[in-house]
Each structure stands twice: as structure tokens, then as C-alpha cells.
Nanobody
Framework: VQLQASGGGLVQAGGSLRLSCAAS????????MGWFRHAPGKDREFVAT????????YYSDSVKGRFTISRDNAKNTLYLQMNSLKPEDTAVYYC?????????????????????WGQGTLVTVSS
């Protein structure tokens, strides 16, 4: 499985961006997918996860209510709609996949629970 993230860019505070993550392979619909981000000087952190069925989503407290994770299994694509962006959202955003299909709820925020990672896309929010 290969993941290709795109959609990052420079936006003013309060603006919006939509990130996309295109996945190769025929097992996308069976994979729980997530977004993480890595800001300068900080550890990579969990942003959001969507269950393989698409019916369940989970968010970090810092983005809840502003970001929406979604997926289109017919297009093998994961999305992250980011609204009301803040300067502290500035980071490289990575998509990740649970290829083995073994994700459990208590592990969705752990990097080690994901087997494949995209190359990252930079989001910069100016104040």
C-alpha cells in the first residue's frame, strides 16, 4: 500500500483547507485510516481517525469541532477538511493506514498501530 497526501498550503488564520490522501491497492475499504501531524519542535501527534466502515470517527481535542475526517472507498481516498484554522495547526500532516486490519479502539492514537504512512503535506497557517 502506498499513500500520497496532498492539499497542504499557506492559509490565513480562520481559513480552510482540505487534505487528500490517495491510497493504492484493493484493500482500502478494509483499513482504518488516520491523520497525524508534526509541528516544529514537537512530537508527531494524532489528529483524527476514521474506522474502516466510515461510520465512526475520532478526533484529538485540539481539532474536534473544526476538522472533519472522511473517506471515499470507491475512490480509495481519505480526506481531512480543516476549518477555522489556527496558527498552532501549522505542521506537516501525514495520512496513515492500518493495513493489517487489526486496529482496536484503544490504539487509534498510537503511531505504532498504523503500518503505512504517506510522505506528508505541509500546512502553514499565518496569523
Amino acid at each position: 500500500v502506498q499513500l500520497q497526501a496532498s492539499g497542504g498550503g499557506l492559509v490565513q488564520a480562520g481559513g480552510s483547507l482540505r487534505l487528500s490522501c490517495a491510497a493504492s491497492g484493493r484493500t482500502f475499504s478494509r483499513q482504518t485510516m488516520g491523520w497525524f501531524r508534526h509541528a516544529p519542535g514537537k512530537d508527531r501527534e494524532f489528529v483524527a481517525t476514521i474506522w474502516r466502515t466510515g461510520y465512526s470517527t475520532y478526533y484529538s481535542d485540539s481539532v474536534k469541532g473544526r476538522f472533519t475526517i472522511s473517506r471515499d472507498n470507491a475512490k480509495n481516498t481519505l480526506y481531512l477538511q480543516m476549518n477555522s484554522l489556527k496558527p498552532e495547526d501549522t505542521a506537516v500532516y501525514y495520512c496513515a493506514a492500518d493495513i493489517r486490519g487489526s486496529m482496536i479502539l484503544s490504539s487509534i492514537r498510537r503511531e505504532g498501530s498504523y503500518d503505512a504512512w504517506g510522505q506528508g503535506t505541509l500546512v502553514t497557517v499565518s496569523s
